[in-house]
């Protein structure tokens, strides 16, 4: 319970004088956002004041995260000194002297001394109140957000919140594509002439930003329903491996590590040197490939001609032919070869940068994987919508894309590890809990990575290449049904449990989709003016692609001011959310001048009393 109070979570809290607390809270709603009274019923928890929060005990009053929190914080608080005669019995402290305030088991995590730190999903499926996460999902439209961040955390929570948030979002955006696929069917249209396709897309790239914006106003809240405005970076989000110099710091006066801006750059330097030669190798086989699949001449700058002879006629990939699908599975299975050794190279790169909290280092380890993976899922795309500017080829690789993407996605995730581990039997049966949750130690730790990588690789198809195939959102919205319950099923079944973290944003994400979405007017606005028929069929038709690029100017620079217009005027946080933490703030220096008052009068009547003692003295 006391450890709970370090965690400085809140809980609301049994009103002493039920009716004076209603009427005052009926005062609050005429003025006030009925948000912000009820999160301001929220008390720090204090295990002195237990039974006056709501559920009175320890297990009814903290969550499943919380306790799981609670407990990770119980074990790295443990402290291992040097000079302990204890400790020297033990460990081999003298041999492996520990570093500064290193906690006892990430000592003995770095020695080997034991392996991994487990949460367990069998302690917690055997209590009364234990319901499956994965049926919870299959049961709903919408992931169960609050029940998911119950027992999972933030952490993942937050994952399904913005599941859910795209869902909503693409709804409409999807209408409309069903709509403008059923006009192009009735008048005999084709997308790259239907002129409403023109304007879809213009409305797409103003969509993408909004989106973001609004998601970034969707998280504001969350910071005050997860009580996360007030989260400061603790110790268990600081790395064991950092290594810094003490110092002072020029803020706060306490002494602390610190690793330099100039030596990280360095670092920075190496990881762009060790990542250069693998980027340099995927384009190369993508160019490769997609000469072999006949998207290339010889007029094109990446034309590569051995490659692209074997997709002439009587060539061994000729196109119409069984074996023309040959190279799209080259170009697959080269590129995930590739990336399999970019990737611990990319880990080792990012633990010599050095960074002091986990979040700053996986976020940088993100940055290096999304770079290769956008290259993987984008780039040839780029090369059939820009160099050959080819819509039909585009569409279909597009098709192509998301279809057989999201069957593999599924099938190598879920269905598949699935069956190899448990066969047709889902739910196994265990003799013991001894043998359940040795099982569960044998499955695989969670990775955030892949699940988020899907998120961002499909609002990428959306936002920049709506153009080209408008339906691209009907298939990203049927892919979000499935998605979740593939990942609900994925975590709950296949995976450890992971930690619990406090979290109320998607980190780096959030910004890879800002740049995505400033890349979607220029992508968007490239194949309307250059790649299809869209202006032909409006009333300022063009006569040379000078004029296209006129208007491609134009409406790119029109488009931009209105997005940079939009994040000027529309702001990251709500009215109520503003509302609250202005009170918050307020509040707070009401308690700094009570507090500094009480210390005055405190002081004085010590300074009385020992004025009076002096004169009886006398």
Request: hydrophobic content about 40%; some cysteine; proline content about 3%.
């Amino acid at each position: 319970m006391r450890q709970a109070e370090s965690l400085r979570v809140r809980k609301f809290k049994r009103p002493f004088d039920q009716k004076t607390f209603d009427k005052e809270k009926k005062e609050k709603l005429e003025y006030l956002d009925p948000r912000v009274v009820k999160y301001e019923e929220k008390s720090f928890f204090h295990s002195n004041e237990s039974q006056n929060f709501e559920g009175g005990t320890f297990e009814t009053i903290l969550s499943e995260a919380e306790i799981n929190l609670c407990a990770y914080r119980l074990l790295t608080n443990m402290q291992l000194k040097n000079g302990a005669k204890e400790s020297a019995k033990i460990l081999p402290v003298s041999i492996f002297p520990p570093l500064a305030d290193e906690a006892l088991v990430f000592y003995l995590l770095k020695h080997e001394y034991i392996s991994e730190i487990v949460p367990l999903h069998s302690r917690s499926c055997h209590k009364d109140n234990y319901k499956p996460l994965f049926d919870k999902v299959m049961k709903s439209y919408s992931a169960p957000t609050e029940d998911i961040r119950k027992y999972y955390g933030e952490s993942i929570a937050i994952y399904f919140e913005w599941c859910n948030f795209m869902a909503k979002w693409l709804l409409i955006p999807s209408i409309f594509a069903v709509a403008l696929y059923i006009h192009e069917k009735i008048y005999g249209l084709t997308s790259d002439s239907a002129t409403y396709n023109g304007y879809y897309s213009f409305a797409i790239a103003v969509w993408a930003p909004l989106l973001v914006i609004f998601w970034r106003r969707r998280c504001s809240e969350l910071d005050v329903e997860w009580d996360n405005y007030n989260l400061t970076v603790s110790k268990t989000n600081l790395r064991q491996q950092f290594v810094g110099e003490e110092r002072t710091n020029p803020i706060t006066d306490k002494q602390e590590y610190h690793y330099s801006t100039n030596k990280r750059m360095m670092r920075y330097v190496e990881s762009f040197i060790i990542a250069t030669p693998f980027i340099a190798a995927a384009l190369f086989v993508m160019l490769g490939c997609l000469n072999m699949m006949g998207y290339s001449d010889q007029d094109d700058f990446f034309y590569m001609k051995f490659f692209a002879d074997l997709s002439l006629e009587g060539g061994f990939f000729e196109k119409g032919s069984l074996m023309a699908f040959i190279p799209s599975i080259i170009m697959t299975g080269t590129m995930t070869a590739i990336s399999k050794v970019y990737e611990p190279m990319a880990e080792v790169a990012t633990k010599r940068e050095n960074h002091k909290t986990k979040e700053d280092h996986l976020n940088s380890m993100n940055i290096k994987k999304f770079i290769f993976n956008f290259i993987f899922f984008f780039s040839h795309l780029f090369y059939v919508a820009f160099e050959r500017q080819d819509l039909a080829g585009l569409r279909k690789e597009l098709i192509t894309l998301a279809l057989v993407e999201e069957i593999r996605r599924i099938c190598t995730e879920s269905a598949l590890p699935s069956f190899l581990r448990y066969g047709i039997h889902i739910d196994r049966k265990y003799n013991s809990i001894v043998e359940e949750q040795l099982d569960e130690l044998t499955r695989p730790e969670y990775t955030y990575f892949e699940d988020y990588l899907e998120l961002v690789i499909q609002y990428g198809y959306v936002a920049m290449f709506s153009a080209a195939f408008p339906l691209g959102t009907v298939i990203s919205y049927v892919f979000l049904f499935f998605e979740r319950r593939s990942d609900a099923y994925k975590i709950e079944k296949l995976c450890r449990r992971p930690l619990s973290w406090s979290t109320s944003d998607i980190g780096i994400w959030d910004d890879i989709m800002v740049i995505l979405s400033y890349m979607a007017v220029f992508t968007n606005l490239f194949l309307f003016a250059f790649a299809s028929s869209h202006i032909d069929g409006m009333d300022y038709t063009p006569v040379n692609k000078c004029q296209n690029s006129f208007y491609f100017i134009t409406i790119e620079h029109f488009l931009i001011v209105v997005i940079v217009l939009m994040r000027a005027c529309i702001s990251d946080r709500p009215k109520w959310v503003n509302t609250f933490l202005k009170r918050v703030d307020e509040n707070l220096r009401k308690r700094t001048i009570l507090q500094s008052a009480l210390s005055k009068i405190k002081s004085a009547n010590v300074k009385i009393k020992a004025a009076g003692w002096i004169q009886g003295g006398k």
